[in-house]
């Protein structure tokens, strides 16, 4: 990896580190199991690094990832 790369990388790392308990707050509400949330979370973690090259780090993580989780 490229020290550009792994500086996202560590970006994306930090910030979902830092939300990722609001967020399985979030999911959870959604669903109606647990297990039904572990198994969300992992497809919200993979779409969020996915798409993080498109976030504006001048806006709120936390709301972008909860708008991405709802979808």
């Known amino acids: ?3 550009l790369s792994d500086q996202h990388h560590d970006q994306f790392l930090r910030l979902f580190a830092e939300h990722e308990p ?3 707050v979030v999911v959870r509400s959604l669903l109606p199991t647990r ?3 572990s198994d969300v979370m992992q497809n919200v ?3 969020l690094w996915r798409k993080f090259g498109e976030f504006d780090a001048t806006r709120d993580f936390r ?6 989780a709802r979808f």
């Not at 709301?63 to 991405?68: I, Q, R």
Request: glycine share 6%.
């Open 35 to 37: 297990t039904d949330a």
């Open 63 to 68: 709301k972008w990832a909860f708008g991405v």
């Open 45 to 47: 973690a993979v779409v």
């Open 1 to 3: 990896m490229s020290a």
């Open 22 to 24: 609001a967020l399985r």
